[in-house]
């Protein structure tokens, strides 16, 4: 890809669709053909984004945001101690950085401390070409952070009336927001053959700049309820081939269109 610093990945999309699934499988995509390093952010309340990569998660910023929101340790500032417990939160590992948001355990503003947490944040995404960040249905947690400039945004549905209802409601909410979003993406998911009327229905209206199918696997159902990582799907696995191809053409057209910004175009 092209010089920009961070190039910064997004999923949303009705609880239940496959989102973090489609998440893990574009953080495999990115460090298969060598896009590293990358952050992988769990920013969904309901975090189960480490247990789609296959990693252990002791502590979140959530537990940061309570503690910060009473008192900072003595001798240490406020910014002092959030930085402190973003490093503490970050796993490593040999192909990508995994970080979990977390959500607030208890009542009471949490403004000045989602605040420092962002520029935290902030600092941190500095340091990684890639930013694949796993949302909530609604986007209002991604927009307390300061940095708002998300390239691609992969809005996942899967072939019902509700889903598509939340992919159009959570396109809405971006431009409410005021979140900048380069281009947005529907990822309709789960999808079995049979649905094409219906789908070509519901679909109508929502106008998404792109759109990709991402057919129901069996063996997704079978590592799920198996307990293991679905970024370690095997090769013929239907849906990882069908993301694979969505992936290569989105990431090859972002390359192309930084190309055309920086030689002027």
Do not use: W
């Not at 953080?27 to 060598?34: D, G, T």
């Not at 998911?189 to 069996?218: M, V, W």
């Amino acid at each position: 890809m092209g010089k920009k610093q961070t190039y910064i990945f997004a999923f949303a999309g009705k609880g239940g669709t496959g989102k973090t699934t489609l998440a893990g499988l574009l953080v495999r995509f990115l460090f298969e053909h060598n896009l590293t390093p990358i952050l992988a952010v769990d920013a969904d309340s309901n975090a189960n984004f480490n247990e789609v990569l296959g990693i252990k998660v002791d502590e979140t910023l959530g537990q940061a945001r309570e503690m910060l929101k009473k008192e900072a340790p003595v001798g240490m500032t406020k910014d002092m101690f959030m930085e402190m417990k973003v490093q503490q939160a970050l796993i490593e590992t040999k192909f990508f950085d995994l970080i979990v948001m977390g959500r607030p355990e208890g009542p009471g503003c949490y403004c000045a401390a989602n605040n420092l947490l962002g520029n935290c944040l902030d600092r941190l995404m500095g340091n990684y070409p890639c930013l694949v960040i796993d949302n909530e249905a609604g986007m209002e947690h991604f927009s307390r952070l300061t940095t708002k400039n998300i390239d691609l945004l992969f809005v996942v549905s899967d072939p019902s009336r509700r889903g598509m209802l939340s992919a159009r409601r959570i396109c809405d909410l971006i431009d409410e927001l005021g979140i900048s979003v380069g281009r947005k993406f529907l990822m309709i998911n789960r999808y079995r053959e049979g649905l094409t009327r219906l789908f070509s229905q519901k679909i109508k209206g929502l106008d998404p700049e792109s759109l990709a199918i991402i057919p129901e696997d069996e063996l997704i159902y079978h590592y799920d309820l198996e307990g293991k990582p679905t970024i370690d799907l095997p090769p013929q696995s239907v849906a990882l081939q069908a993301a694979n191809k969505a992936f290569a053409r989105l990431i090859e057209q972002l390359a192309f269109e930084e190309t055309q910004k920086a030689s002027g175009h």
